[in-house]
């Protein structure tokens, strides 16, 4: 592999904007390993941009050391990280406790706990300097939510803000920046379990003063700057991407 090719970790990189921002590093010539849970999809993903796969449940440590463990097996070394992997599975006031506790470790493992498990197995194998750890966090850490039943998602989602303002404290001074991007509407991907009836979808855009909701490749274009060689100087930064949605904080 060509010393100027970087390698760069995509977690969740199997579908959305996770995929997405796999394409786009491929298509600059990077080296992309997709990390994933469902290993039909990696396969699928990895073929059609051109990009290698490591089968793991970033909630789970075991399988996090063993797929870092295998790509600096492979290419010798890491130099960008996007942790990407989440979901929502809906937690509110309303659900019986004991279903509650059980979404709530499901949103927090991966959304926050893969996130911390992930920089943690690969900051050792960073490039210093001119590694990247870039968080994609959400709009909900601060609005918690369009609607209700996202208690967990959204507190999970502030997590990813601290931890990047905390990694960004401890590894800035080795030349790797920590910087997260926050997306507010998407469009075009599964995260909602499929499209949003048009009339929610209308009165979200209503609410968006660009207009539009916004795309998976709008995400990976502020993914692809903060892991950029002109990005050196940035750190500990949260990029709302959000079309003017929510601004100011």
Do not use: C
């Amino acid at each position: 592999m060509s010393m100027n090719k970087r390698v760069v970790i995509v977690t969740g990189g199997g579908t959305g904007m996770g995929r997405a921002i796999a394409e786009a590093f491929a298509r600059d010539g990077e080296q992309v390993v997709i990390v994933g849970r469902r290993e039909e999809v990696l396969r699928e993903t990895a073929e059609a941009v051109g990009a290698a796969w490591r089968r793991a449940d970033v909630s789970r440590r075991e399988e996090v050391a063993a797929a870092v463990a295998g790509v600096v097996r492979e290419f010798g070394r890491i130099d960008v990280l996007v942790n990407n992997a989440g979901f929502v599975r809906g937690v509110s006031t309303r659900m019986a406790l004991e279903e509650a506790e059980r979404a709530w470790d499901d949103e927090i493992g991966t959304n926050l706990k893969g996130a911390f498990l992930m920089s943690l197995a690969v900051a050792p194998h960073l490039a210093r300097p001119g590694g990247r750890v870039v968080n994609v966090g959400s709009i909900a850490a601060y609005t918690g939510g369009s609607r209700g039943g996202a208690i967990g998602y959204a507190a999970a989602k502030a997590g990813v803000h601290g931890l990047t303002v905390g990694l960004a404290r401890e590894l800035s001074a080795e030349g790797i920046t920590v910087n997260t991007v926050v997306p507010g509407l998407v469009a075009g991907t599964d995260f909602f379990g499929g499209p949003l009836p048009e009339e929610r979808l209308r009165s979200l855009v209503g609410q968006i003063p660009a207009g539009r909701p916004g795309s998976p490749e709008d995400v990976a274009a502020a993914v692809r700057f903060l892991a950029s060689p002109e990005a050196a100087y940035i750190t500990g930064e949260v990029l709302n991407v959000n079309g003017g949605w929510l601004f100011g904080r």
